[in-house]
């Protein structure tokens, strides 16, 4: 079975990026697709985007031209970063495996965006 | 950008009892792409249902989806105590990728 474990620093100044690394265990991450998604605390999630093997990206408009997803297939890892952020993403951040739907979650890392 | 509204917001039900929680999208859902989660305090989601009715591997056979085009349910026969909790719809038909804001399902 799949895991996943999200990893990076659980506080970030505003202004500064956001970066969270993905680690993917069980399975080959030229396998699938793989996702980034965050949730704000008492809200409901929210696709940020998601990345194959090969490069191929897609990102939420909403977030256009702050984020990037990047994988690194000699690891099985895929990051993200997210750039210029404000309090509005301060959220949990998951990182999935995804076929469309989300088939496997990490345990997601609490992400505060505070000076 | 499809809006998912999910009705009602909050569901108060007894353990035995049947659920009925609602899916409403601005706009057709493509493929009737549309999956289900379940979520509990400090987890993740957990995928219940995609393609509107199909179950994911381990779901019991009391949860079943249902529906197409913009109106879609999730239905719990008969009610467990581990099947209260917060429920999502979410669609992949389109981009972006969107979730409804939830249905907390709560024991009365």
């Known amino acids: 079975q799949v895991q996943l474990q999200e990893s990076g620093p659980g506080l970030v100044k505003p202004s500064e990026t956001l970066s969270l690394t993905c680690t993917v265990s069980?399975?080959?991450?030229?396998?699938?697709?793989w996702s980034w998604i965050r949730q704000p605390p008492g809200k409901e999630p929210e696709w940020i985007g998601y990345?194959?093997?090969?490069?191929?990206?897609s990102y939420n408009p909403s977030l256009w031209g702050r984020v990037t997803i990047s994988v690194d297939r000699s690891k099985n890892q895929f990051s993200l970063k997210l750039s210029s952020v404000t309090a509005a993403d301060t959220a949990v951040y998951y990182c999935?495996?995804?076929?469309?739907?989300?088939?496997?979650w990490g345990q997601g890392t609490l992400v505060t965006v505070s000076s | 950008e499809i809006v998912l509204t999910q009705s009602p917001g909050t569901l108060s039900l007894s353990p035995g009892e049947r659920a009925t929680l609602s899916c409403r999208a601005s706009?057709?859902?493509?493929?009737?792409?549309l999956a289900w989660y379940q979520q509990k305090p400090g987890q993740p989601p957990r995928l219940l249902i995609y393609?509107?009715?199909r179950r994911a591997t381990g779901i019991p056979d009391r949860l079943s989806g249902s529906g197409s085009g913009t109106d879609f349910t999730l239905t719990i026969s008969s009610l467990e105590p581990e099947d209260f909790a917060v429920y999502y719809c979410?669609?992949?038909?389109?981009?972006?990728?969107?979730f409804g804001q939830g249905t907390k399902l709560e024991i009365k």
């Open positions: 999935t495996r995804n076929n469309g739907y989300y088939i496997d």
């Open positions: 069980g399975d080959s991450i030229t396998s699938s697709y």
């Open positions: 990345i194959y093997y090969s490069g191929i990206t």
């Open positions: 706009q057709s859902v493509t493929s009737n792409y």
């Open positions: 393609g509107a009715s």
């Open positions: 979410q669609q992949y038909g389109n981009s972006p990728l969107t």
